[in-house]
C-alpha cells in the first residue's frame, strides 16, 4: 500500500540553526501539506501547496518556513532560523486530486520528524 | 470561524468494554467534512473515516462505529469491545467549504484500554 515517508525520524539542531524536514508523498496525489504538533498538544496546520505554489498558509508560518517541491517525488520543510519553540512533531501529509471538492479527500500523513530544537 | 472540541481529555477502559469518543463541532459552511484519525504511541496519524455534511448515514466498520448527528453538530465515534491495541490519542476534524482549506483538530481524546 503506498504510504508517505518522511526524513529523518528524528532531528536535533541549534536555536539559529536552518533545518529541512524531507517528505515524499504518496506518488499519484497532488495536494500537500505540512502540521505540527506540540508535545502533547493537538496538530495544527502549517501549509498546503498546490500545483508547485502554496495554496494557503496558516498563521504560524512565518517568513522562517518555506516549502519547496524540488523534484518530482519530494516535498520540503525548511525553516531557516530555528526557535526553541520549533521543537515539535512535523507530519508531512497528501491527498489525491479528483472531481470532488479536495477538502473532501482524506489525508495521509507520514510517520512525522521528531524536530528537537537545543 | 470553525471549532472542534472533544471534551474528553483522557477516557480510561477495560479491555471489552464499548467507549464513546465524543466530537462536537461549530461551522458557518453548510458543506463541510469531518474525520477521525488515530494516533498510535508511535506516533503516526492514521485516516479512519471521512463524512460529508450532505451524508447523515451512519457507519460502521467493524468494532468501529460513527454516529453523524448534524442537529447536534456532533461526530461521536464508538469502540465496541475495545482491545488493547485500541489504545491511541484519537483526533476529530472539521474542513469547511468556504474559501479555507486549513482543517481544524481537536484537542484529542486519549484512550487508555487496560487488559
Known amino acids: 500500500e503506498p504510504e508517505v515517508t518522511q526524513t529523518p525520524s528524528h532531528q536535533v539542531t541549534q536555536m539559529g540553526q536552518e533545518v529541512i524536514l524531507r517528505c515524499v508523498p504518496i506518488s499519484n496525489h497532488l495536494y500537500f501539506y505540512w502540521y505540527r504538533q506540540i508535545l502533547g498538544q493537538k496538530v495544527e496546520f502549517l501549509v498546503s501547496?498546490?500545483?508547485?505554489?502554496?495554496?494557503?498558509k496558516s498563521e504560524i508560518f512565518d517568513d522562517q518556513f518555506s516549502v519547496e517541491r524540488p523534484d518530482g517525488s519530494n516535498f520540503t520543510l525548511k525553516i531557516r532560523s530555528t526557535k526553541l519553540e520549533d521543537s515539535a512533531m512535523y507530519f508531512c501529509?497528501?491527498?489525491?486530486?479528483?472531481?470532488?471538492?479536495?477538502?473532501?479527500?482524506?489525508?495521509?500523513f507520514g510517520p512525522g520528524t521528531r524536530l528537537t530544537v537545543t | 470561524a470553525q471549532k472542534v472540541t472533544q471534551a474528553q481529555t483522557e477516557i480510561s477502559v477495560v479491555e471489552k468494554e464499548d467507549v464513546t469518543l465524543d466530537c462536537v463541532y461549530e461551522?458557518?459552511?453548510?458543506?463541510?467534512?469531518l474525520f477521525w484519525y488515530k494516533q498510535p504511541p508511535s506516533g503516526e496519524l492514521v485516516f479512519l473515516i471521512r463524512r460529508n455534511s450532505f451524508d447523515e448515514q451512519n457507519e460502521i466498520s467493524g468494532r468501529y462505529s460513527w454516529n453523524f448527528q448534524k442537529s447536534t453538530s456532533s461526530f461521536n465515534f464508538t469502540i465496541t469491545a475495545s482491545q488493547v491495541v485500541d489504545s491511541a490519542v484519537y483526533f476529530c476534524a472539521l474542513r469547511g467549504s468556504g474559501g479555507s482549506y486549513i482543517p481544524t483538530f481537536g484537542r484529542g481524546t486519549s484512550l487508555i484500554v487496560h487488559p
Open positions: 501547496f498546490y500545483n508547485n505554489e502554496i495554496s494557503e
Open positions: 461551522t458557518r459552511d453548510t458543506t463541510y467534512y
Open positions: 501529509a497528501s491527498s489525491e486530486e479528483g472531481l470532488q471538492d479536495p477538502r473532501s479527500y482524506e489525508q495521509y
